[in-house]
């Protein structure tokens, strides 16, 4: 006979991780161990220094808190498929947190020793909730008996590698080699033989360096180097090595990181084991033909706007393959960006082309929004500007006319390569955002000490640019003038504060989840301002208090102010994670609908979806808290 109890709480735990990587039979030895706790409202599970019990809880149905007791302070909220007491696996000590239900609730208690016995067979199980338990005990925000999984996924992958999903990469495995003494007139001869690009010189059969045609092109041929000395004086040491289960992704992200074209290939991925092959950016293009490197160089030789909408396209199925590979949102954010600045500075100089003549004065084209934060992965619409130099003398309204004719010329080309022209205008060939650096510095101090809803909204956007194709003295002069201002009229960051508190995060996915009340996009929920947008907004006004420009995006920032505020460390690395976590599940979405992914289909959702994304507001409302009490806002409020 079926037990239909057991068969439920199977159905409910397979959605949820840890529970979704075991086995059929794993989970339903748990599910048939499971007991069934039903709590009244302020019903306390546990108590903080109380023994720790022999079992851990997964709530499925209400919501239990989690608080500090000295203080009665509420560090976190669980609800459906939320894991807590996790304690219980190592079995060491007391609770340090009381858990009680805020709700009527129904919980699944289930046999620590029963998990430990099933995750000591389950590799990924295990490196998940070792994992988890190590993060949250230095987490002072989420709380140690609290498990949590953005920024975490990636350890559910079969095997050490982040990119098991990708296609193993095919490398020679017949190296051409010699020994260091060897001549570089009879290395080239041999290269030439073998008809092969590079040569890798090895001492007992481990490499020790590599010579490649670029080294004979910019060493022998310009005559740096005599032909006669041994290839040992211009190799290229040390190599770069990786095992032989090297994966694509894998090497294109070592081939960018160290901008070389060859990898080799060892017994063991080190130095000091045998070479068994060599792995070149040409077997990557033959492999996988949307190579970034390649792409860029496609860029480079683009000779019209239609040609650089044919990359941007192959750029855009580079990015699909990449969030399928769970390849790190925080790389891709590098790649696709690289490719967008080279195809906007493609267009730039197509656009300067057509001139009928050249610039009168220096400029710059700045990115602004999400392209100048370099988190624009999506073909979004454009958000740019143009800073040209003072005119000293001459017809001011003659430079100003080229400047907007030319930018005209290269809004309309990015439009075409896919980038929409922006509804609310705020592009470059409009004329509030074509300006001489005077213009832009008294533009600048207007927003910034005569702050209105508007200006303030403007600031968001255009305190984010990044110099793309330029004179970089002109941005920065712009720089200098910003901070000026800002020094002078400090309360502005206050105005600032209060636009990043505009959108409050939902604290509860199920309970308190902001969807939108009207419209075409009626109960979706809008991703970009409900939770992107406030870590971008608190990243943005945290480093402006700290008087630095230099940087532009989100985890760069969140990084800085890491090392800047080490009492909030914690918090700001917590805020990485997420904003990671939402990033790539905005283009991830976006993707699979051909869309922004701004807005989510609440329905569309898995329920381990679900918990992915509602572990992510936890961090907003602390950074959110931060900037409430380091601004005095609540006066303001």
């Excluded at 109380?50 to 302070?73: L, M, S, T």
């Excluded at 699944?108 to 070792?130: D, V």
């Excluded at 939108?516 to 480093?543: C, N, T, W, Y």
């Amino acid at each position: 006979m079926k037990n239909t109890i057991s068969e439920r709480i199977f159905d409910f735990l397979k959605n949820f991780p840890p529970f979704h990587v075991l086995s059929e039979e794993q989970l339903y030895t748990i599910s048939k161990s499971v007991k069934v706790v039903y709590l009244q409202k302020d019903k306390y599970i546990f108590k903080s220094n109380e023994k720790i019990h022999n079992h851990f809880y997964v709530v499925k149905d209400g919501a239990i808190g989690i608080f500090k007791e000295d203080n009665g302070v509420l560090v976190d909220e669980c609800d459906e498929g939320d894991i807590f007491g996790l304690r219980a696996l190592i079995r060491k000590g007391n609770y340090t947190l009381s858990a009680k239900a805020i709700e009527e609730s129904i919980l699944y208690s289930i046999s620590s020793e029963l998990l430990e016995g099933i995750i000591n067979t389950n590799a990924q199980a295990n490196k998940f909730l070792l994992s988890s338990f190590v993060a949250n005990t230095q987490d002072s925000y989420s709380g140690e008996n609290k498990i949590s999984v953005f920024g975490k996924l990636e350890n559910l992958k079969k095997n050490e590698s982040n990119f098991t999903e990708v296609q193993s990469a095919k490398y020679s495995k017949h190296p051409i080699t010699c020994s260091p003494s060897v001549s570089i007139k009879e290395a080239a001869q041999t290269m030439s033989a073998k008809k092969v690009g590079s040569i890798v010189i090895t001492n007992q059969n481990k490499p020790i360096g590599i010579v490649t045609d670029k080294d004979l092109r910019t060493k022998i041929a310009t005559g740096q180097f005599s032909i006669e000395d041994n290839v040992q004086s211009i190799m290229s040491s040390p190599v770069i090595t990786y095992p032989e289960n090297i994966t694509v992704a894998e090497a294109q992200i070592a081939m960018l990181q160290h901008r070389i074209t060859h990898l080799c290939i060892t017994k063991d991925g080190t130095h000091d084991s045998d070479l068994v092959g060599i792995l070149s950016e040409h077997d990557i293009v033959v492999i996988h033909g949307n190579n970034p490197s390649v792409l860029i160089k496609e860029v480079k030789r683009a000779k019209s706007a239609i040609a650089l909408q044919y990359i941007s396209s192959k750029a855009q199925q580079l990015l699909k393959g990449y969030i399928k590979q769970n390849i790190p949102i925080d790389f891709i954010s590098k790649v696709i960006s690289a490719i967008t600045m080279a195809i906007t500075q493609k267009s730039i100089s197509l656009a300067l082309e057509e001139m009928n003549a050249p610039p009168p004065v220096n400029f710059s084209w700045l990115a602004i929004g999400s392209q100048g934060r370099k988190e624009q992965l999506l073909l979004t619409d454009q958000d740019n500007a143009l800073v040209f130099e003072n005119i000293p003398s001459g017809d001011p309204y003659k430079t100003k006319t080229y400047f907007l004719e030319l930018s005209q010329k290269i809004t309309e080309k990015l439009n075409i390569v896919g980038y929409e022209l922006c509804p609310a205008n705020m592009m470059a060939s409009n004329p509030q955002w074509c300006l001489s650096l005077e213009e832009w510095k008294q533009q600048f101090n207007n927003w910034i000490t005569k702050p209105d809803e508007d200006k303030i909204m403007l600031c968001t956007i255009f305190f984010d640019y990044d110099i793309v194709y330029g004179d970089e003295q002109l941005v920065d002069k712009m720089s200098q003038s910003i901070f000026k201002s800002i020094n002078r009229y400090e309360i502005f960051l206050n105005f600032l504060g209060l636009n990043a508190l505009k959108n409050p995060p939902p604290l509860s996915f199920f309970r308190q989840f902001l969807v939108e009340q009207s419209g075409e996009h009626k109960d979706q929920f809008d991703i970009k301002a409900r939770a992107l947008m406030p870590l971008v907004d608190a990243a943005r006004l945290l480093i402006l208090s700290h008087n630095i420009k230099s940087f532009n995006n989100t985890i760069l920032r969140f990084e800085k102010l890491a090392h800047l505020e080490p009492q909030n460390k914690d918090l700001y690395l917590l805020c990485i994670d997420a904003f990671k976590t939402l990033l790539h599940f905005r283009t991830q979405y976006g993707l699979r609908n051909n869309d922004s992914g701004r807005f989510i289909n609440l329905k569309s959702l898995s329920k381990a979806d679900r918990l992915k994304l509602k572990r992510c507001f936890k961090p907003i409302k602390e950074i959110q808290e931060l900037i409430r009490i380091r601004f005095n806002l609540s006066q303001m409020l």
